[in-house]
């Protein structure tokens, strides 16, 4: 909120009627900040004020009464629950609550947020007033007594509320309540005062007075007001002082009082009847009220609410046709100091009080922007003007056509100025002749022993004593800006101010020092600049007045603003008398004592509103915020009346921000929050760096459901589950493809391995019924029907057998002995066979494939024992075990393979068995079904003798049922 700012004419007024036609006024004043309807005051009129205990201050109006944080207004009215926008009576109590009394018969109060009546609160309902509640006081137990002219009612601590109105010693009529300085409770009755004590009311003493309007009991004395009186009774002592229209009053002290009156508010020792100061004079004064911050308020019935921004600060405003006039340079000459403004050069006297008159009795056209003083006399410019007066009082002036901005006088009389076109010099004051020792625009000049510095818009030169020209912008950037004023202070550093830049310090042209606002100057705007006898510098800005002062190592800055008391911050010139200080301001004179400002400040800082979507709601509900509360806002304010709304606010929203953010708004929106634990820390600082205590509000995002950890884990489990299932579901079809795909290989391979097996079978069996062909042909019918016999046998094992793929050892060695029992009468026993059995060999459940050694052991009698001369043949069948396999050996003492090859080789076979083949073939299939392949060697047996026989040695893993 944008503040206005004004110099009030204060106690001392001085008329003066100078020598031409117009009368001018000048006035000594403090400076006030004013608040009215433009600034967001509820009305103009205000009646009186109240400090909650939150720190807000209460102004109460006839249309409404408004709640100040030292920025802005909250205005309440009757829509917010006030039973009336015309309050007369204001009271803040110790819990809180801040009472308001209307001007209707009724009360109600503020509390959290929410004004209480007597329609909607049913404490309050349970008192009646037929009169204007005229008292409000709190006693040390925290009961709340209120009271009207037939009424009186104690709230206490606990809400209930206790009526008197039926007690006989307040007959007829309550005219006062109060509490003492110890908190006791004393009513005012026609000529008598009580005491309430443990809910019994007690007479104290009789006090014969009419028409009392305020009442204040402290320790033994009483004070109060009538309407034209002030008086104070201690003891059997009383004083009384005289004022008319007196509107209320406020103790400052035992002696002391604020009395407000329609001429201002008087500052009053009683006890001496000494007006000790008086504020506001032309207003019509209410009441005033001293903050917790230190300030002193005052409310008019016409003109809003003004707040003193000091006492330690005075200011003069010199008024010409009722227009402050700016003052633009200051010069001190010892006993005076002269002020250069819009149309004058005044003299301000300062030996006895302050005594303002013209030093030059004329006006100018335009303003006086230099003024010097010297024993040879009064050197001044006014924009293309050079006036001298000697010491005689000759006045003289020379039109030179140029605007002079600064003048320096050198030690020989010889005078530079900064002009609009160069850097001048001139031999005397009133002469025309001029030298021009730089071409160009210039600012300001300075002389430093034989060195003249001057500054330009460009930066800083300087010419030395052989008249040489050097730019000095080269040494630092900020020396490229445009010299706004130069000055040396006590350690012979020489200081720059820039208007932009800050300020430089050098010394032997190199730069030790640069200040700008990032270090602590109001403004690199820079206006003007002077040194102090204590070794201080001052310079004064577009924003205020900032004093270095010089340490060791380091430079204290403080800054003096409008809010501290100056009559305004746009500061033109300073000088310093002593411990004094003069501030040349546009819009006047702002003196104060540099060794006794101080700058007591509060910085408080309040949560005002906590909104989600909209919808108010309290601290707590941030805890449990759904998701869909997309937009969250913190409203607060630091209260820090001084300030003057120049606060800055740091924030943080940890697991969010590590780094704390600066803003100057008063409020933080977050804006769709993900899900999770927040803690948001906020912290003030005032302009006078106070630092605020930190707030914490935690604030927790609840998840949507789909987002909880339950829901995350149940989500997970059912993706898992599911993707199990699809998993399980897809292994088991192709599971089950594979399974079908691997019946149906193994379909194939047992179907192959029939069909092997049905093409060996045919050629056994032609085998067969050639013998039993031979057996018929030679008429041996015996032979022939025990052949028949047997092979009927046989073919009904090998039916069984070539129907499956695996049979056990014992079903093996009973289908081969048939076989080579048909063998032996084919052959007519020309050969013998054996068996050999493991016997760790399970013969029973130990299986080999079907039918695998009888192609060998037809190949044995087939091509090795028939062609055996001797016929003695002999085929040993043998079955081993190993660790993992079994050992099948077919061994005969048949002609061996070579003479087998030959023979079939020289004679014609008919047939050409195939077995063999078919068995080589099985046993490839077979390998394929099995963990490990089954290896077959052939080899012939040798001896001594040559070849002895065949050996097939058939390997075969071991299969079990």
């Known amino acids: 909120m944008k503040s206005v700012y004004y110099s009030i004419l204060a106690k001392n007024i001085l008329l003066s009627v100078l020598l031409f036609q117009a009368a001018d006024l000048w006035a000594q004043a403090y400076n006030y900040t004013q608040y009215k309807i433009e600034q967001g005051l509820a009305g103009n009129i205000v009646y009186s004020m109240a400090q909650d205990k939150d720190g807000f201050m209460w102004f109460i109006t006839e249309t409404g009464v408004s709640r100040f944080d030292g920025t802005s207004f909250r205005n309440f009215t009757i829509s917010d629950g006030l039973p009336d926008n015309a309050i007369i009576h204001i009271y803040a109590d110790t819990k809180g609550r801040v009472w308001f009394v209307p001007f209707r018969n009724g009360i109600s109060y503020y509390y959290k947020g929410k004004i209480h009546n007597q329609l909607q609160d049913t404490v309050l309902g349970k008192m009646t007033f037929t009169a204007m509640v005229h008292s409000i006081t709190e006693d040390k137990e925290h009961n709340i007594m209120l009271s009207s002219l037939h009424e009186l009612y104690a709230l206490t601590a606990e809400d209930k509320v206790v009526s008197y109105n039926n007690d006989p010693l307040l007959y007829p009529y309550v005219q006062y309540v109060t509490s003492d300085s110890t908190g006791n409770i004393k009513a005012l009755v026609p000529n008598r005062i009580y005491g309430l004590a443990k809910g019994k009311w007690t007479y104290l003493s009789g006090f014969r007075k009419v028409d009392v309007q305020q009442l204040v009991i402290r320790d033994s004395a009483i004070y109060w007001q009538t309407s034209n009186c002030f008086h104070m009774l201690a003891g059997k002592s009383v004083y009384q002082y005289n004022v008319r229209g007196i509107n209320s009053f406020r103790m400052l002290n035992d002696t002391v009082v604020y009395l407000n009156t329609p001429k201002g508010c008087l500052l009053l020792n009683i006890r001496h009847s000494q007006e000790i100061d008086h504020f506001l004079p032309d207003e019509n004064v209410s009441d005033c009220y001293t903050d917790r911050e230190g300030n002193t308020w005052f409310s008019t019935l016409n003109n809003g609410v003004f707040r003193l921004r000091s006492t330690q600060f ?64 009064l050197l001044l410019t006014s924009d293309d003007q050079l006036y001298y007066r000697s010491k005689s009082g000759r006045f003289l002036h020379t039109n030179v056509n140029l605007s002079i901005k600064k003048i320096a006088v050198k030690a020989d009389g010889k005078i530079l100025a900064a002009a609009s076109c160069g850097l001048l010099q001139f031999n005397t004051p009133h002469s025309l002749d001029y030298s021009m020792r730089y071409k160009g625009r210039t600012t300001t000049v300075y002389i430093r022993q034989d060195s003249i510095y001057f500054g330009t818009p460009n930066g800083l030169y300087m010419i030395n004593h052989d008249d040489v020209t050097t730019y000095l912008g080269n040494i630092h950037p900020n020396l490229r800006n445009r010299i706004s004023a130069i000055c040396t202070n006590t350690d012979g550093t020489l200081w720059v101010a820039t208007a932009g830049a800050g300020i430089v310090g050098l010394k032997g042209n190199r730069v030790v020092w640069h200040l700008d606002v990032s270090n602590g100057l109001s403004s690199n705007d820079c206006q003007c600049m002077v040194p102090d006898a204590g070794g201080e510098l001052w310079i004064g800005t577009d924003k205020g007045l900032d004093q270095l002062k010089f340490h060791q190592d380091s430079i204290q800055v403080t800054n003096y603003t409008t809010a501290d008391g100056l009559i305004n911050g746009f500061i ?18 702002t003196f104060f004592n540099k060794k006794k400002t101080t700058f007591f400040s509060q910085c408080d800082l309040k949560v005002l509103n906590i909104s989600s979507n909209g919808q108010a709601v309290n601290e707590k509900a941030l805890s449990r915020l759904n998701y869909r509360n997309t937009l969250i806002r913190i409203d607060f304010t630091a209260i820090s009346f001084k300030s003057e709304g120049a606060v800055r606010y740091y924030y943080r929203l940890t697991s ?13 929106e977050f804006i769709s929050l993900p899900p999770g634990d927040y803690l948001l820390e906020l912290f003030a600082v005032n302009k006078f760096n106070i630092r605020s205590k930190t707030i914490r509000i935690p604030l927790k995002v609840i998840p949507p459901f789909w987002q909880t950890g339950w829901f995350i884990c149940v989500t997970i489990g059912l993706v898992i589950f599911i993707t199990w299932g699809i998993v399980t579901q897809r292994n088991r079809i192709y599971n089950r493809r594979l399974a079908a795909k691997g019946r149906m290989e193994q379909r194939l391979h047992e179907l192959e391995q029939k069909a092997l097996r049905a093409q060996m079978n045919p050629h056994f069996i032609f085998n067969c019924l050639h013998a039993v062909q031979e057996y018929v042909l030679d008429n041996d019918i015996i032979s022939t029907n025990k052949y028949l016999s047997s092979f009927a046998s046989l073919i009904r094992q090998t039916l069984d057998n070539s129907l499956q793929t695996m049979i056990p050892i014992s079903d093996e060695i009973s289908y081969l002995a048939n076989y080579l029992n048909l063998e032996q009468l084919r052959f ?39 062609h055996k001369k001797e016929g003695n043949g002999q085929i040993d069948i043998s079955f081993e075990k190993t660790d993992q396999y079994i050992v099948c050996i077919v061994a005969d003492n048949g002609i061996g393979r070579t003479a087998a090859k030959a023979l079939r080789t020289a004679q014609h076979i008919t047939y050409q068995s195939r077995g ?46």
């Open 314 to 377: 005075k200011s003069i405003r010199y008024v010409s046709g009722m227009k402050p006039l700016r003052i633009y340079t200051l010069w001190d000459n010892g006993d005076n100091l002269l002020a250069g403004t819009d149309n004058s050069c005044l003299k301000l006297g300062l030996q006895q009080g302050l005594q303002i008159s013209k030093e030059v009795s004329r006006y100018f056209d335009k303003h006086i922007s230099f003024i010097m003083e010297n024993k040879d006399g």
């Open 656 to 668: 969010q921000d590590t780094a704390w953010r600066m803003t100057r708004q008063n409020f933080l």
């Open 572 to 589: 033109n010139a300073v000088v310093v008398k002593g411990d004094t200080v003069y501030a040349g301001t546009s819009e006047g004179l």
């Open 916 to 961: 063999m083949q078919l068995t080589a073939e099985r046993i490839h299939l077979l390998s394929r079904d099995l963990d490990s392949p089954i290896a077959i060697d052939i080899a012939d047996i040798t001896g001594d003798q040559g070849v002895s026989g065949t050996r097939v040695t058939i390997q075969l893993p071991l299969i079990t049922l």
């Open 828 to 866: 007519e026993k020309t050969f013998h066979y054996a068996f050999h059995i493991d016997d760790e060999l399970d013969t029973y459940r130990t299986c080999i494939p079907s039918m695998m050694l009888q192609p060998y052991i037809e190949n044995a009698i087939r091509h090795g024992i028939q």
